[in-house]
Every structure is written in structure tokens, then in C-alpha cells.
């Protein structure tokens, strides 16, 4: 196994912004239209204007919609390699 060397690395900043967590509230979530306690608004980025309008999702589509992300980025891997 390679040995890396991160003495020199240079350290880059996240540039997507952090996402909003509401809590205590009785919101709808966007991708399953449950009311839940609480809710993450899927920050937009204006390079990438998709949402037109404030979009919130629960704990669980998050969840699920991450889970989707890992596959798809596992596969593209897989099939590149």
C-alpha cells in the first residue's frame, strides 16, 4: 500500500453551503409529502438553480436519497475500474 504524504497537502474549504435543520415543526417533506418534527432544506446553489422554491425533506428520504447517491457513485466506479 502507498504511503501519502499530507505534510504539504494543501487544505481546500468546503464550498457548498450548510444545510438548514428545522426542528419542532410540523413541515411537509418534499419527496414524500409526510408531515414530520423535522426537516433539512436541501440548500440551493445558484450554479445549480434545479429547486425554484424551498425544498425540505425528512429524515428518512435523506437517508434513503444518500443511500441512492453511495450505489450509484459505488457503480460508476466499478464499472469505470
Same mark, same amino acid.
Given at each position: 500500500?502507498?504511503?501519502? @504524504?499530507?505534510?504539504?497537502?494543501?487544505?481546500?474549504?468546503?464550498?457548498?453551503?450548510?444545510?438548514?435543520?428545522? !426542528?419542532?415543526?410540523?413541515?411537509?417533506?418534499?419527496?414524500?409529502?409526510?408531515?414530520?418534527?423535522?426537516?433539512?432544506? /436541501?440548500?440551493?446553489?445558484?450554479?445549480? @438553480?434545479?429547486?425554484?422554491?424551498?425544498?425540505? /425533506?425528512?429524515?428518512?428520504?435523506? @437517508?434513503?436519497?444518500?443511500?441512492?447517491? @453511495?450505489?450509484?457513485?459505488?457503480?460508476?466506479?466499478? !464499472?469505470?475500474?
Amino acid at each position: 500500500m502507498n504511503k501519502i @504524504d499530507l505534510s504539504k497537502a494543501k487544505v481546500i474549504s468546503n464550498p457548498r453551503p450548510e444545510p438548514n435543520v428545522f !426542528e419542532n415543526v410540523n413541515a411537509s417533506c418534499s419527496f414524500c409529502s409526510s408531515y414530520v418534527p423535522q426537516v433539512v432544506e /436541501i440548500p440551493n446553489v445558484r450554479e445549480f @438553480d434545479i429547486f425554484k422554491s424551498r425544498v425540505f /425533506i425528512c429524515r428518512l428520504c435523506l @437517508d434513503r436519497l444518500c443511500n441512492q447517491l @453511495d450505489k450509484a457513485m459505488v457503480n460508476s466506479f466499478t !464499472e469505470k475500474g
